[in-house]
């Protein structure tokens, strides 16, 4: 935190230090001589390797009790000033594909890239506790004329026997066809 804000030889000084980003008085060893103990009472100890320093709830403030916090990597990542995304925002992407809207047009929809959707919806990234579950629809079976439920869009048959019947009857009119032209 020092070295990014206060030394120009260091890498990340560019995009700290050098944009005008600064730690208050109370972390500053050059201003106060107990800055580290004020900074531990304010924030305590790292929780755990995996947990570094992460402005928030702006990432483009200062240095501060009020804006800085013990974080994951994940967490860090979704407090970056080019993340598209938030909870919220993941939470409505699922009940969208919930209520069968297309993963291409949620994407498009959010700007984002389908992968994004199919991570979100698998709850491989923005995980949440709750399950959305899609409602079963009614179709009505293109062979044999059955009304059943499904949860998927595209099933337009009400069991394999009746895949298999309208498979064969249209190898069949293909056949005849081929045939008797």
């Keep these: ?23 208050c008085d109370r972390w500053n060893p050059a201003k106060d001589s107990n800055a580290f103990s004020h900074f531990l009472s304010d924030l305590g100890e790292r929780p755990s390797l995996k947990h570094t320093l992460d402005r928030y709830p702006d990432n483009e403030g200062n240095y501060e009790p009020s804006n800085v916090r013990w974080a ?69 079976c293109l062979h044999c004329g059955t009304e059943f439920l499904t949860k998927y869009k595209s099933k337009t048959y009400c069991n394999s026997k009746c895949f298999k019947r309208a498979a064969r009857l249209r190898a069949k009119a293909q056949l005849s066809s081929v045939l008797f032209s």
């Design 72 to 140: 994951t990597r994940a967490e860090q990542a979704r407090n970056r000033s080019t993340t598209k995304l938030t909870p919220n925002n993941a939470q409505v992407i699922r009940q969208l594909h919930a209520g069968y809207e297309s993963p291409t047009s949620i994407a498009e929809a959010f700007n984002i890239a389908v992968g994004t959707v199919h991570g979100i919806v698998l709850n491989y990234n923005w995980k949440s506790n709750k399950k959305i579950s899609r409602e079963p629809l009614k179709k009505n």
């Design 1 to 23: 935190m020092l070295n990014r804000c206060f030394n120009p030889k260091f890498a990340a000084f560019k995009r700290y230090g050098a944009k005008g980003t600064t730690v």
